[in-house]
Structures are given as C-alpha cells and as structure tokens.
T-cell receptor, first 110, second 117 residues
Framework: AQTVTQSQPEMSVQEAETVTLSCTYD???????LFWYKQPPSRQMILVIR??????QNATENRFSVNFQKAAKSFSLKISDSQLGDAAMYFC???????FGPGTSLSVIP | DTGVSQDPRHKITKRGQNVTFRCDPI?????LYWYRQTLGQGPEFLTY????????KSRLLSDRFSAERPKGSFSTLEIQRTEQGDSAMYLC???????????????FGEGSWLTVV
C-alpha cells in the first residue's frame, strides 16, 4: 500500500525568506503523480503544485517549486519569498486515489 | 462552473441518528472521492468512484458507512447509527481521469462538518 510521510508537523519562516517542506512516500508503482495541497484555516483545500513521476524536470509554479527525487522517493516543496498568505497547512499527496500525508503547519512571521 | 459543492455544510446530530451528505462534482468529472478529516490531521481516504462504479473502499469505512453515485454524477455518503467518533469534516473531491494513472488535478469541495452529540 502507498504511504506518505511528512516529518515536520510545524514550520515557520520569516516573511520574504525561503522555506522547504519535506515529504517522503512509498510505492511500488513506477508511474504516478505527486501533489502539494494547501489548506488555510477553515478554508478549502487548493492545489499548489503537481509533479508527474515520469518527468525528470522539477515542477515550478511561480514562487513554489519541488525537488523530486524518484529513487529516494522524496518530494519536497520550496516556497520562495514567503508571504503572509502562505500560512496554512500543507499536505503532500500521492495519486491514484490520492493518499495524503499528515500535513505541515506553516507559519509566516512578519 | 461552480466547482465541487457539498451539502449540508454543517450538521449536528444526536448519537444513533443517520445522516446523509451530498456531493455535486464538477460536471464533466468522472472521478469522485470522499475523505474524512479531523482537526489538525490530513484527509483520510474513504472511497472513490469512477463514473458510477465504486472502485475502492477504505478499511476505515465501517459497515455503518455507505456511499453511492447512482448515475455517475452526484454522490451521497450516508452514516448510519452515528457515533461521537464520527465527528469530523467529510470532504468530497472530483477529477477528470482518463485512466488509472492519468493524475489530473483533484478539486475539493468546502467540506461538510459533522458534529455528533
């Protein structure tokens, strides 16, 4: 069975600085998708970024980028130039039926 | 398109009562997922459908839980004989999946909060 692990329950970052959130997963599949989702307090879950496992190039979306290491089964999220609006729970997720990690609560310090 | 909608958004029920939640996915989406989320935790997978077929059901889902998607459009999640441990947010999501590994983006509804007293 697939599993997703996020080893950092809480993280904090100074506004305008960079922070990296960690995620590891376990699967026997060779072709799959990985996602980072953001869930602000009492708000809807929204997609931050996605990565196809067959692509070697790391995905990038504006200030968000990933470091995908397929052999190590690692999928970290880097947030550059952190903004107050980035404060939220961040969940790493594995597709097919979408298995979520336990989440990392990110605080942004003004 | 209005996105994934869930109803009701909040439900308070007495222990032992039955509750039903409805989810309307994005209209062209063929996949529909149900998750349960408690405060401070990640969403736990419950079940998912491709069109009207229920492809997988989590072992977390006891016999008191049942989900349907009769015409491949909206879905219902029913909880019978509710217990206090059922108190959680029930999330619905949908996607357009061309195959098992198509990995298209999953869109979430705002969730249905259940409180069992």
């Amino acid at each position: 069975a697939q599993t997703v692990t996020q080893s950092q329950p809480e993280m904090s970052v100074q506004e305008a600085e960079t922070v990296t959130l960690s995620c590891t997963y376990d699967t026997s599949e060779s072709d799959y998708y990985l996602f980072w989702y953001k869930q602000p307090p009492s708000r809807q879950m929204i997609l931050v970024i996605r990565q196809e496992a067959y692509k070697q190039q790391n995905a990038t979306e504006n200030r968000f980028s990933v470091n995908f290491q397929k052999a190590a089964k690692s999928f970290s999220l880097k947030i550059s130039d952190s903004q107050l609006g980035d404060a939220a729970m961040y969940f790493c997720a594995y597709y097919d039926k979408v298995i979520f990690g336990p989440g990392t609560s990110l605080s942004v310090i003004p | 398109d209005t996105g994934v909608s869930q109803d009701p958004r909040h439900k308070i029920t007495k222990r032992g009562q039955n509750v039903t939640f409805r989810c309307d996915p994005i209209s062209e989406h063929n996949r529909l997922y149900w998750y349960r989320q408690t405060l401070g935790q990640g969403p736990e997978f419950l079940t998912y459908f491709q069109n009207e077929a229920q492809l997988e059901k989590s072992r977390l889902l006891s016999d008191r839980f049942s989900a349907e998607r009769p015409k491949g459009s909206f879905s219902t999640l029913e909880i019978q004989r509710t217990e206090q441990g059922d108190s959680a947010m029930y999330l619905c999501a949908s996607s357009l999946a061309a195959g098992p590994n198509s990995g298209n983006t999953i869109y979430f509804g705002e969730g249905s909060w259940l409180t069992v007293v």
